[in-house]
């Protein structure tokens, strides 16, 4: 292996967030010492004696990094912010319309009144969860909000989302079980509005984790 691709291979090494924009990041940075490695040779140097100037040049891995994992950092809040942002709302759109569609109470009468105060407090939470995402999407494009800090809180935000609105879904279901059992056994809607609902949450969460990491090994790595 010569020295550009071993330098560039433990940077890519060393760096955590979105697979695309760190690929990216990468490619760009091999092309730059390839071009320098160019320079030098041009200059009179050996191919080795090249590439080694270029990799001086350009920095050692555990200077560098941080500066590529500000970027990757940022990115993976806000690419996950966003998601929630649209996520959460428009899961309770989604349900909402499929209710009123379906008009479950003309099967099983009219609901609970713990499942209606139920649904009100999930529709708010919703909406309160989508809300601090917005918000702090916006903020990820202030120079003066610490990028971990801000990534961290994003993955809590989708944590704490999906498990508060997981939580009050299930309260509902066990207390208006009837409609429960109807949409999940006897209708064919009822059943792919589960299903969604369950790959959704799952995305969610998936997503949460992974910005959590990515913020924990900016906290394990951090700029010099």
Request: aromatic residues 6%.
């Amino acid at each position: 292996m010569d020295v550009i691709t071993a330098h560039v291979t433990a940077l890519e090494r060393s760096l955590r967030g979105p697979r695309r924009t760190r690929r990216d990041m990468v490619s760009e940075a091999r092309d730059g010492l390839r071009d320098a490695a160019a320079a030098y040779r041009a200059g009179g140097y050996s191919p080795t004696q090249a590439a080694v100037l270029a990799v001086r040049d350009f920095g050692d891995v555990r200077e560098i990094a941080p500066d590529f994992q500000d970027e990757l950092t940022a990115r993976q809040g806000r690419l996950s912010a966003l998601l929630f942002a649209l996520a959460f709302p428009a899961m309770m759109l989604a349900w909402d319309l499929f209710l009123w569609v379906t008009d479950s109470r003309t099967v099983t009468g009219p609901p609970a009144p713990l499942v209606s105060a139920l649904s009100r407090i999930e529709d708010a939470a919703t909406l309160v969860v989508g809300a601090v995402a917005l918000a702090l999407l916006v903020a990820s494009f202030r120079r003066a909000v610490s990028v971990r800090r801000l990534t961290r809180a994003v993955g809590l935000t989708g944590v704490a989302g999906a498990v508060l609105c997981a939580g009050l879904a299930l309260a509902m279901n066990v207390a208006g079980s009837r409609v429960a059992v109807h949409h999940a056994t006897a209708d064919p809607a009822g059943i792919g509005a589960y299903v969604g609902s369950a790959v959704v949450m799952v995305l969610i969460i998936w997503q949460s984790l992974r910005t959590l990491r990515v913020a924990r090994h900016h906290d394990v790595n951090p700029a010099p």
